[in-house]
Nanobody
């Protein structure tokens, strides 16, 4: 599976952005999809995950209530809608895929190239 993330950009605090991650291959619906992020000088961290059929989702406490992960298996795409953005959300955002239901990044074996999100105060 090849993953291509897009949708990043510069936004003011309180604003919104929508990230997209397009996947190649015919087995997209068989993967749990996750979003992770890495801020400058910090380790990459989990943001959100969505189960194969979209019925189950899980969020990091830091984004719960502000971010929404969704997927369209017909379009081989996973989304991350980010609202009420804060300067602390500034990071490179990565999408990733795995066969299991997990938030542990070492269990994700397909990764996109990342898209920069910058939130100004």
């Amino acid at each position: 599976v090849q993953l291509q993330a897009s949708g990043g950009g510069l936004v003011q605090a309180g604003g919104s952005l929508s990230l997209h991650c397009a996947a190649s291959g015919r087995t997209f619906s068989g993967y749990t999809m996750g979003w992770f992020r890495q801020a400058p000088g910090r380790e990459r961290e989990f943001v959100a995950a969505i189960w194969r059929n979209g019925e189950n989702t899980y969020y990091a406490d830091s984004v719960k209530g502000r971010f929404t992960i969704s997927r369209d298996n017909a379009k081989n795409t996973v989304y991350l809608q980010m609202n009420s953005l804060k300067p602390d959300d500034t990071a490179v955002y990565y999408c990733a895929a795995t066969n299991s239901w997990t938030i542990r990044q070492f269990e994700y074996y397909y990764w996109g190239q990342g898209t920069q999100v910058t939130v100004s105060s």
